[in-house]
């Protein structure tokens, strides 16, 4: 996980832990597009604490296969607040925030547990590993390298990390061995 001030995505702000205090929970803000990093760097030099979850995906542009960072929930991030405490409309006002999630007329929060299983999927590098859940016969989709989106049915988990998937393309099955990490249930 990123733990500093001025980190673009991931787990920002001033604090070590995200345990929340008493009276705090967290929200969801939703970004202008493409604008997560920048939003979230505003609202950590005001002081809260920002979490936007990141993938590893590929992306494909001119013929060529890139593998990025890219934010799990595009558009949106989270944020902890304490409406009894915190200036929580400042967060509406802030660079790049399009608006807060809203119930009424305060800030709906995020229901419990949730952004703590997030965290609980986040590894050493800052990213979520939504993989770790994956049994034989399930369906998966592959989310990285040159099957990028394509859909198949998980035949074989190996200790190494690597998985065979059979992979429906152009109506057959074709076996694929590949790292478990670029792979989510379908």
């Known amino acids: 996980m990123v733990l500093s001030s001025g980190s673009a995505f991931g787990v920002t702000g001033a604090r070590s832990s995200f345990e929340l205090a008493p009276g705090e929970r967290w929200y969801v803000a939703q ?24 993938v ?21 991030l989270f944020v902890i607040l304490d409406l009894n405490r915190d200036r929580w409309r400042s967060v509406n006002g802030t660079f790049g925030v399009a608006r807060m999630i809203m119930g009424e007329d305060v800030p709906m929060p995020v229901p419990a547990g949730v952004v703590e299983t997030l965290l609980g999927y986040v590894d050493e590098a800052g990213v979520c590993r939504f993989d770790r859940d994956l049994v034989e016969g399930q369906a998966v989709r592959v989310t990285v390298g040159p099957f990028a989106q394509a859909i198949g049915e998980l035949v074989r988990l190996d200790a190494n990390g690597r ?13 694929a061995t590949l790292e478990r990490s670029s792979l989510v249930a379908a």
């Open 31 to 54: 970004t202008i597009a493409r604008r997560e990093a920048g939003a979230g760097a505003q609202l950590v030099a005001q002081g809260f604490a920002v979490f936007t979850p990141q």
């Open 163 to 175: 998985v065979r998937v059979l992979l429906e393309i152009m109506g057959g099955k074709i076996p």
């Open 56 to 76: 590893i995906k590929t992306v494909r542009h001119a013929r060529k296969l890139r593998t990025v960072r890219a934010p799990a929930f595009p558009g949106y």
